[in-house]
T-cell receptor, first 112, second 114 residues
Framework: DQQVKQNSPSLSVQEGRISILNCDYT??????FLWYKKYPAEGPTFLISISSIKDKNEDGRFTVFLNKSAKHLSLHIVPSQPGDSAVYFCAASALGTYKYIFGTGTRLKVLA | EAGVTQFPSHSVIEKGQTVTLRCDPISGHDNLYWYRRVMGKEIKFLLHFVKESKQDESGMPNNRFLAERTGGTYSTLKVQPAELEDSGVYFCASSLQGTAKGYTFGSGTRLTVV
């Protein structure tokens, strides 16, 4: 049973527009959430994280929103750039653990 | 600083053979993790070392998989004997204790069992 779900396998966005990637989770014990970006033939690279005590965290063009009541988080990329084209993974961990539970990823394509 | 290094980058072996994957974490990182991604699915946790001790090996699929981290430096993951369903990309990652910035992943080893 998947505890972290990314229901959109792919997303295409025009350069300069907003990209919104979504992630849902089922385990209420999760208290820390991360987004990773992955290019082909490379390992995932940490992008941004959020603790469950917050509902928003921003880093440059990237913002993560957390809705704990809905068990939903989203990653906003504004403005989107062609170099953002990659697979984005949502991940979660529970307090006191270092194990991350990943989603299946969303492939973002930013069109020039 | 050097990143997480994994060897080999690709391996193709026949069913029933043995393969050993190696991971060199970032120097000074006590935490080392193995993950696997099969057929474009989610990246799944295999196990976690703290120094040379296995902290959590709840994700190891079965006893054909053996992970070691002698001396608390590099780690190896041996698959013996390999089965077709073991094919996938094996990622190693490392981190400092208590980091809020996630792990640093290696580029992975793509294992194909034929």
């Amino acid at each position: 049973d998947q505890q972290v779900k990314q229901n959109s396998p792919s997303l295409s966005v025009q350069e300069g527009r907003i990209s919104i990637l979504n992630c849902d989770y089922t385990n209420s014990m999760f208290d820390y959430f991360l987004w990773y970006k992955k290019y082909p033939a490379e390992g995932p690279t940490f992008l941004i994280s959020i603790s469950s005590i917050k509902d928003k965290n921003e880093d440059g063009r990237f913002t993560v929103f957390l809705n704990k009541s809905a068990k939903h988080l989203s990653l906003h990329i504004v403005p989107s750039q062609p170099g953002d084209s990659a697979v984005y993974f949502c991940a979660a961990s529970a307090l006191g653990t270092y194990k991350y539970i990943f989603g299946t990823g969303t492939r973002l394509k930013v069109l020039a | 600083e050097a990143g997480v290094t994994q060897f080999p980058s690709h391996s193709v072996i026949e069913k029933g053979q043995t393969v050993t994957l190696r991971c060199d974490p970032i120097s000074g990182h006590d935490n080392l993790y193995w993950y696997r991604r099969v057929m474009g699915k989610e990246i799944k946790f295999l196990l976690h070392f703290v120094k040379e001790s296995k902290q959590d090996e709840s994700g190891m699929p079965n006893n054909r998989f053996l992970a070691e981290r002698t001396g608390g430096t590099y780690s190896t993951l041996k698959v013996q004997p390999a089965e077709l369903e073991d094919s996938g990309v094996y990622f190693c990652a490392s981190s400092l204790q208590g980091t809020a910035k996630g792990y640093t992943f290696g580029s992975g080893t793509r294992l194909t069992v034929v």
